[in-house]
């Protein structure tokens, strides 16, 4: 079936390490996507890419980290400069940027202890 | 800059009732997309439409319909006959056709509980 898949469901980590979220999508689209929920809120834009090799920071790209090394793949690291990173982690994908629709991933709920 | 307001936080219905969740939108493009997204309590975001700006035309789905309305800028979503499975966060998004500041802005979702 195609679709996105996100790994691992529920991240649990420590204060001050790093973590890296999988994002896998098999709809052979071009413009990948990473959104961060808080509870009760909207989604906010992390990152998103466009193509292979070529990523963007959306509006709080701080203490986060990406790359796009393959068509299929768009991990995300949450790293120790991410002030308060426990939230709801989402990825999506679109056949083109920003007009296509997206579609979505499962998500990742990550806690950091 | 873009912005989504759905003003209804959280909504409480009886099972078989009609419910119409609101979303009101501004941008001061002349051509832009809107959608609808569901989010379950499993929490991924499921895609319910998309319209474009130049298509005022309204849409049903089943019991899912949507009133857009460019005149009060607002494109509104109405369930008929309301059934448990429809419980979910409900969330409208915005996005402009182009410019460098573009992306799918979302409103901050209205809570939708139907109750048996």
């Known amino acids: 079936d195609g679709g996105i898949t996100q790994s691992p469901k529920y991240l649990f980590r420590k204060e001050g390490q790093n973590v890296t979220l999988s994002c896998e999508q098999n709809l052979n689209h071009d413009a990948m996507y990473w959104y961060r929920q808080d509870p009760g809120q909207g989604l906010r834009l992390i990152y998103y890419?466009?193509?292979?090799?070529?990523?963007q920071k959306g509006d709080i790209a701080e203490g986060y980290s990406v790359s796009r090394e393959k068509k299929e793949s768009f991990p995300l690291t949450v790293t120790s400069a991410q002030k308060n990173p426990t939230a709801f982690y989402l990825c999506?994908?679109?056949?083109?940027?920003?007009?296509?629709?997206?579609?979505f991933g499962p998500g990742t709920r990550l806690t950091v202890l | 800059a873009q912005k989504v307001t759905q003003a209804q936080t959280e909504i409480s219905v009886v099972e078989k009732e009609d419910v119409t969740l609101d979303c009101v939108y501004e941008?001061?493009?002349?051509?832009?997309?809107l959608f609808w997204y569901k989010q379950p309590p499993s929490g991924e975001l499921v895609f319910l439409i998309r319209r474009n700006s130049f298509d005022e035309q309204n849409e049903i789905s089943g019991r899912y319909s949507w009133n857009f309305q460019k005149s009060t800028s607002s494109f509104n979503f109405t369930i008929t006959a309301s059934q448990v499975v429809d419980s979910a966060v409900y969330f409208c998004?915005?996005?402009?056709?182009?410019?460098?500041?573009?992306?799918?802005?979302f409103g901050s979702g209205t809570q939708l509980t139907v109750l048996p």
């Open positions: 941008t001061r493009d002349t051509t832009y997309y």
């Open positions: 999506a994908s679109s056949p083109g940027p920003w007009t296509d629709t997206q579609y």
């Open positions: 998004a915005l996005v402009i056709s182009s410019g460098s500041a573009r992306q799918l802005t």
């Open positions: 890419s466009q193509i292979v090799n070529d990523f």
